[in-house]
């Protein structure tokens, strides 16, 4: 893989676990809504989840904290986000691979995060990245190849030039794919027999190399 010049990250499930946004939606928020309510904690969970529901993940609404925050009443959502820092969790290979291949590629974040979450969710390795691409925030939409394709003219170079990784298969697989970005599925769990699935991010060095 002698001419590629970026290597793309997706963030949620390859760089950093759910744990940030399973509090922020599932704990925090839940219990803002019942402190303001004036209700039990499992009963606002359960009228949340019956909101978000109501939406759903192909609507653009549903990834954007301000729409749930001014739906919901529940003032702004930065100190709430702020609260909730220490749940961001990296995976064990991360740091290593980031500083060893941030030497010979330039790195990017091609994320379906919003930019209020990236700035949580990436916080503590946010130097090694060159440019991050939120498709949500710059683009409103979630990662098509026309998204990628823009993420390609934004770095100047060919798809040919670029590797992206990411966990979900049709965003981080297929998608990049249709246009020519060399893409690697990480599938953590290993359920996949795939010749482009990786397990961990370590694999996708030896890749690189080969
Ligand atoms: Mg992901």
Known sequence: MDDITVVSFDVEGT???????????????????????????EQARKSVEEEYGKVGDQRLEWYEIRYWFDKLDLGIPEPVMEGCQDRVCYYPEVRDVLSSLSGRYRLTVASGSTREFLHHLLRDIEPYFTKVFSSVSDYKWLKTSDFYLKMCQALE???????????????DFVAPSEIGIRAFYLDRKGQTNHQNSLVSLTQLEVHLSG
């Open 15 to 41: 760089l950093v676990t759910p744990d940030f946004s399973y509090a922020i939606w599932f704990e925090a928020i839940p219990r803002r809504y019942s402190e303001r309510k004036g209700i039990d904690f």
């Open 157 to 171: 170079v060919r798809p040919e030039q670029v590797v992206h990784v990411g966990d979900n298969w049709q965003f």
